[in-house]
Structure formats: C-alpha cells, structure tokens
Nanobody, 123 residues
Framework: QVQLVESGGGLVQAGGSLRLSCAAS????????MGWFRQAPGKERVFVVA????????YSPDSVEGRFTIFRDNAKNTVYLQMNSLKPEDTAVYYC????????????????WGQGTQVTVSS
C-alpha cells in the first residue's frame, strides 16, 4: 500500500512558477514509477509527465516540456513537479500517482493516487 500526499499548489500569475511535491508512504517508493496528471474543470484527467524508478522522464505530447520538470528524491520518498512559465491554461487540479513498471500515460495504469492540489494561474 502506498499513500500519496500532494502539496504546493496555489494561485500564481501567468509567467510565474510553482513547485508541487508528492510525499509517499512506504519503504518501496524507489521501486515505483511516478506520474503527474492534471484535471481542468469539466475535463478529463490527463497525463503531464512521469519519471521511472531509475529516473527516465516521459513528457506528455502537449507543450509542457521545457516548462515543467519532474524529479524525485528517493531518500525523502518524494517526487516533485517544477512548473515554470505558467499559463492560464495550466489551471487544474494536479494529481500524483504511482505504478510499478515502465511509466504509462493512462490513468488506468496507475494504482495509487493522491488527493490532488489546485493550481490556478491568473492572466
């Protein structure tokens, strides 16, 4: 069982930055691939970026690469999402998720989920 708790969301102006954190319980955090997803109001939850257990990063096909970075600290059982040059369209609830194996881009592939943290970007 893995429990995930996100933090770091908030209100930021366009062009600003935020760093989200996702703290995981359990001793096997380093074995899990970790992903970040987001869900805008009225829309489905979509993949943003993931990092494998050995640090390989997979970005979504949209334009977050170059603005968003994922990294993990296995000693702290934490994965981070650094978001720079934020845009109003980045406004969403951001979720972290954990899965074993090669990180996927579909929600159904992830077994454990956090409760989400709201990110609001004002124009």
């Amino acid at each position: 069982q893995v429990q995930l708790v996100e933090s770091g969301g908030g209100l930021v102006q366009a062009g600003g930055s935020l760093r989200l954190s996702c703290a995981a319980s359990g001793r096997t955090f380093s074995s899990y691939a970790m992903g970040w997803f987001r869900q805008a109001p009225g829309k489905e939850r979509v993949f943003v970026v993931a990092i494998s257990s050995i640090g390989r990063i997979t970005y979504s096909p949209d334009s977050v690469e170059g603005r968003f970075t994922i990294f993990r600290d296995n000693a702290k059982n934490t994965v981070y999402l650094q978001m720079n040059s934020l845009k109003p369209e980045d406004t969403a609830v951001y979720y972290c998720a954990a899965m074993l194996g090669v990180p996927g881009q579909k929600t159904v592939q992830y077994r454990y989920w956090g409760q989400g943290t709201q990110v609001t970007v004002s124009s």
